[in-house]
């Protein structure tokens, strides 16, 4: 301790820059006063990088999605570039021609933003609410498997196939996801059946 | 992995390999190229003189690595020893004990003097020689310990500069494929800090982020939007200086939520021009917004102490 002081006490007094910067205790203060003069009018653009999984299939490739403004900060983020995730181990960086041109699948005006339906005999989709959507595909769907399930075929073997309405689901999800959509699809019944969790 | 593994390999898929962990100095060529760096960056920037001077420093870093005899490479041994225990090979508290590593030291303050300088970097420097063996392995303690005593500042930045020059060449003599990760944040080479991160554009690793060793200059691979300082992935956000015309800069901090601290990342992959150490400086700018913020600074240099 005390040849520590010792040692300390030796380079301040022979030494004439005693400042809390580098540049400050080398004599170069003047550089470093002009630098925070000039950047002081400017300020800090706040950027997000985040992890997601590409959406167009199952081999949900990784990526990395810019934006500016970071929504946990109160900001409205924008989406400003979306690349192939390096570190992800299924794709390593690459994207298909399909995900490359992500940002242009998030900003497209022809972008689904809500449920849509287009009635029997009409001519044009017309905006729904969740609630209804939901409802009326409940309801199709028991319709239709009321109407259609087949518990045995011609031999009387268990089978339990529901083979007249089909189901797909989206990559982007966990393994968690994929297995409950998977355990939620087959023990309806349904046989005609494809998200991530089939690969 | 041996040649008749059965393990499934994707990489083979589309020949997209793995990007390797480590990427090892080549002082020769590093120096140099900082050296470089520096002189551009010093012509159009309001720290000129500072660059000029950290230009001329590594100058002679870079005469010091074409001069000295090469260096022994570290024992095997120590080496399987160290990866074993997922330790660094290089054992900085032994390197400076060595009478190479004090050659280099001593032979560097001499060629310092040549340098043009202010006063204070004059006095401090002709302290520095004058100094006796046990002070100038105080300063290496110091400055292997990443923490530089803050009166001393300019004493230490050269003794500092002479380290990184041993530190490279010693990491040269490692096999990078034999290196193993340590911690977030540590050098698998030296356990050094690093300066900041680069995602770089390196055929075979476009893109992938290494980090930058201020000590060896090793860099390792750690992937993208993590904290460089705790490992967290929660929370990480990125700050930069406003461009006009909304275009996105190349040097930015990377903030943690986590830990509330920050280490810039330049991306070479959009600038190869970008240097670690030398951007690092010259970008001081985005250091004194980023003072006001609530984030602390972690990345460690030992030419932008302050910050």
């Not at chain 1, 089909?166 to 019944?189: D, V």
């Not at chain 2, 193993?180 to 698998?188: E, F, I, L, R, T």
């Amino acid at each position: 301790m005390n040849m520590d002081l010792s040692r300390r006490s030796f380079l301040k007094l022979t030494g004439a820059g005693v400042a809390a910067t580098s540049m400050g205790a080398l004599g170069f203060s003047e550089a470093e006063a002009a630098e925070i003069a000039h950047v002081r009018p400017f300020k800090l653009a706040t950027t997000t990088e985040t992890r997601q999984t590409c959406p167009y299939c199952s081999v949900a490739c990784g990526i990395i999605i810019y934006s500016k403004g970071d929504v946990r900060k109160g900001d409205n983020a924008e989406v400003m570039h979306i690349e192939g995730d390096v570190d992800h181990p299924t794709n390593r960086g690459t994207l298909c021609p399909k995900g490359a041109a992500l940002k242009d699948f998030v900003k497209s005006p022809t972008r689904l933003l809500y449920p849509m339906h287009r009635k029997p005999g009409s001519d044009k989709f017309e905006r729904m609410s969740w609630d209804e959507a939901l409802d009326r595909i409940a309801r199709l769907m028991k319709d239709d498997r009321d109407a259609n399930f087949l518990a045995k075929n011609e031999k009387g073997l268990d089978v339990n196939r529901w083979t007249t309405t089909g189901m797909l689901a989206a990559s982007a999800t966990s393994n968690e996801t994929a297995w409950a959509t998977f355990k939620f699809a087959k023990s309806i019944g349904i046989v005609g059946f494809d998200n991530q969790a089939r690969v | 992995m041996s040649v008749s593994s059965l393990q499934p390999d994707p990489s083979m898929i589309g020949g997209i390999s793995k990007v390797p962990f480590a990427l090892m100095p080549h002082p020769a060529r590093l120096f140099k190229e900082r050296a470089t760096r520096f002189e551009v960056l010093a012509e159009t920037s309001n720290l000129a003189p500072y660059l000029k001077f950290l230009a001329g420093i590594a100058r002679i870093q870079a005469d010091l690595v074409s001069e000295l005899a090469p260096l022994e490479p570290i024992e095997t041994g120590q080496a399987a020893r160290a990866r074993e225990g997922a330790m660094p090979p290089i054992d900085r508290s032994a390197m400076i004990l060595s009478d190479d590593y004090r050659k280099t030291v001593r032979l560097f303050l001499d060629r310092a003097q040549a340098l043009e300088m202010p006063a204070a970097a004059a006095e401090a420097l002709k302290a520095v020689r004058s100094a006796d063996d046990d002070t100038l392995a105080w300063m290496a303690e110091n400055v292997i310990t990443d923490s530089l005593p803050v009166e001393s500042l300019a004493h230490h930045l050269y003794v500092a500069a002479a380290t990184q020059v041993h530190a490279a060449r010693l990491a040269a003599t490692l096999d990078g494929k034999a290196l193993v990760p340590v911690s977030v944040g540590v050098c698998p080479s030296c356990g050094g800090k690093p300066a900041g991160s680069m995602v770089i554009g390196v055929q075979g690793a476009e893109g992938a982020r290494y980090a930058c060793c201020s000590c060896c200059a090793t860099m390792w691979n750690e992937v993208r939007v993590k904290c460089l300082a705790c490992g967290s992935t929660k929370g990480v956000g990125y700050r930069a200086v406003e461009i006009d015309g909304g275009e996105d800069s190349v040097i930015k901090a990377e903030t943690c939520d986590s830990c509330n601290s920050w280490s810039k990342i330049l991306y070479q992959n959009k600038n190869p021009t970008l240097e670690v150490i030398a951007d690092d400086v010259s970008s001081l700018g985005l250091d004194i917004l980023m003072k006001e913020t609530d984030y602390r600074r972690a990345g460690f240099n030992p030419f932008l102490i302050g910050y």
